[in-house]
């Protein structure tokens, strides 16, 4: 159960009780279902709980941002991501769940728990404090209203509190922390050799019945996967131009709101030259680098440019920048040099100033006062931040009733026909979901969409690579497994692989059979041994690998040969176990709390993914079947 547990410990971390809550602070537009409806009028029915199409969507949008958020680049590359829909519909049917039970049981979330939760939020504060006008105005640009952004906090915080109740109710033994703490630690040095399968390949005989029933029985290795053709359109930012205009009352109702922006904290503009000392203790080392920095600082105070000296004697990385530093303020450089460069006046250089790095010279070329700016001082900025705001909202706008134009007529091609020359079209060849074409580059999750789609029938907008795009299946090649005679070249080689293959693991089992240890057949076979060192149970075998059952015979054998071949890498391994040895108990301590945490974790979201399961055993669910297609 633990190893279960441990492998699974990532995706129940970010997965199985992600939370549908609306995320402010992202603002984003939701792009529809492609014109799939189901024949109710609601998406999911968890018992008494109707789920919109609505709500489905928007929880779709907001559990694909927060994995981009997690993962970054690599999110469209996680499995769960290609079933992101499924997932959806889960957590959806998790969380009404969790609160029908919680009014079973008489949890409840009161008022002052859901004001705190708001007050906390920063996207509603102003320098640190709950902003009122700024609460409202968020939810404003967001589409919602106050109303229904505190139903949603309010169910989300119920969910949060029963998922709690629920993992609170699990504790973890000191026997079940040794136990993790023996597993983890436990190490192991083994034997081993292995055979070539190509050595076996003269004693293969080849017969067509025999490639025939290799075909036969592994049809599904040479199956050729679906392909599809797409026509798409393709909408860049970067080329959408709009007439913005900006007007005053505008410009000063951002000022007021956002005043916390435009306070400016005391800064220095500055230069400066290093000279490196990495062991102050090093007499002869400091005394050169002190020698060093004294000559600089007379070329300074001789008159000579500063940059040219820093660019002479600094041994920092802006040398050839002539020691230009920039603005900072205050926090921002270590303590001794902080002191120095605020205490200097424009124009000024200090003498020599010691640092953690070695000895700098300062030379401070402007200061700002801190104060509050003005609305003349930040006009322009709030004017290109505001003209930035409305660009990227009438960008959006234009490819929403660009889509909604396209919806309208059916597909791209019937858009076209009626609105000839209006969009650029493009047009990819026939690809498999796996291919890499453009431009999908490694957006799995688009591809894994569009072959869903009927022919003719369009996809919701998608983003790839910052860039909007909406995509027509145009044509569909079905999967499908080539005759024998088409690929026989190919089969023959691979029942070749495979028989040679078979032979050589069938020889060393033999062999192995009888053996006492892995030196014996080393002579036999005409064949080195290797010797790992040591490893860690939860560690790759050195140059073999992490099967899991190879590891767990190593560690449950604990010494001797392992009457077992096993297959790694297209080859047949023989083991034997050198030792394995317990850790010492007198590291338990300081791993203890992290053990605790880990094991307290995984076995806390298993009593959570349990207790779900069983509510959803006794529930009366119901789900548009478009909905996981």
Avoid: C
């Amino acid at each position: 159960m633990l190893t279960k547990m441990r492998n699974q410990r990532k995706v129940l971390s970010f997965f199985l009780w992600l939370v549908i809550a609306s995320f402010i602070g992202t603002i984003f537009l939701v792009w529809g279902m492609g014109g799939k409806t189901g024949s109710t009028n609601y998406a999911i029915k968890v018992n008494n709980y109707k789920i919109s199409y609505r709500e489905y969507q928007n929880a779709y949008e907001n559990t694909a941002n927060t994995l981009r958020q997690i993962f970054g680049d690599q999110a469209n590359n996680i499995p769960q991501f290609k079933d992101l829909g499924k997932t959806v519909v889960n957590d959806l049917i998790s969380k009404y769940l969790l609160i029908e039970e919680a009014k079973k049981n008489g949890v409840f979330v009161s008022d002052s728990e859901v004001l705190a939760q708001i007050a906390s939020t920063k996207s509603f504060q102003n320098n640190g404090k709950f902003d009122q006008q700024r609460y409202v105005q968020v939810l404003n640009l967001n589409g919602i209203s106050p109303e229904a952004y505190e139903e949603s906090l309010r169910e989300s915080m119920l969910v949060s509190k029963m998922e709690n109740l629920i993992r609170n109710s699990v504790a973890i033994t000191d026997e079940e922390i040794e136990k993790e703490y023996n597993y983890r630690n436990s190490s192991a040095v083994i034997k081993y050799l292995s055979l070539n399968p190509s050595k076996f390949k003269s004693d293969v005989e080849i017969t067509e019945d025999a490639v025939k029933k290799y075909y036969e029985d592994n049809k599904e290795l040479y199956r050729v996967p679906e392909k599809i053709k797409v026509k798409y359109v393709v909408f860049d930012e970067g080329n959408f131009k709009a007439d913005v205009k900006v007007s005053d009352q505008e410009v000063e109702n951002y000022f007021l709101q956002h005043k916390d922006e435009f306070h400016q904290k005391e800064q220095v503009e500055a230069r400066h030259i290093l000279v490196r000392v990495k062991d102050f203790d090093n007499k002869t080392e400091n005394d050169l680098a002190l020698k060093k920095i004294n000559e600089a600082l007379k070329e300074v105070e001789k008159g000579k440019p500063f940059a040219e000296v820093a660019k002479k004697f600094s041994e920092d990385s802006t040398a050839a920048n002539g020691g230009y530093l920039g603005f900072f303020e205050k926090g921002v450089m270590v303590k001794e040099f902080e002191e120095a460069a605020f205490s200097l006046k424009p124009g000024e250089a200090s003498k020599v100033v010691k640092s953690p790095f070695g000895y700098h010279v300062i030379k401070v070329e402007k200061k700002l006062e801190e104060k509050d700016l003005a609305l003349d001082e930040v006009k322009q900025q709030i004017i290109e931040k505001i003209t930035k705001e409305k660009e990227k909202a009438g960008f959006k706008a234009y490819v929403f009733d660009t889509y909604r134009e396209i919806l309208n007529e059916a597909n791209i091609t019937a858009y076209l026909k009626k609105n000839p020359g209006k969009l650029q079209v493009y047009e990819t060849d026939y690809f498999s979901e796996d291919e890499k074409v453009a431009p999908f580059s490694e957006q799995g999750v688009v591809k894994n969409a569009l072959f869903r789609l009927d022919i003719a029938e369009i996809s919701s907008v998608q983003d790839i690579n910052g860039k909007k795009y909406i995509f027509e299946v145009t044509d569909k090649k079905d999967s499908y497994i080539p005759q024998l005679d088409n690929i026989k070249e190919n089969v023959k080689n691979d029942y070749l692989e495979s028989k040679a293959l078979e032979l050589a693991k069938n020889k060393l089992d033999e062999e192995l059979q009888k053996a006492s240890s892995i030196d014996e057949l080393s002579k036999m076979f005409k064949v080195s041994v290797t010797i790992t060192p040591s490893f860690k149970r939860l560690e790759p075998v050195p140059d073999l690998g992490s099967d899991s059952d190879m590891i767990n015979d190593i560690f449950k054998a604990k010494k001797g040969v392992l009457k077992k071949v096993y297959t790694l890498n297209d080859r047949p391994y023989a083991i034997e176990v050198v030792e394995v040895k317990k850790p010492d108990i007198g590291g338990l301590a300081s791993e203890k709390e992290a053990l605790q945490g880990f094991l307290l974790t995984i076995k806390q979201e298993e009593v959570l993914k349990g207790y779900i399961e069983n509510l959803k055993n006794e529930a009366e669910i119901y789900i548009d079947p478009n909905l996981n297609n």
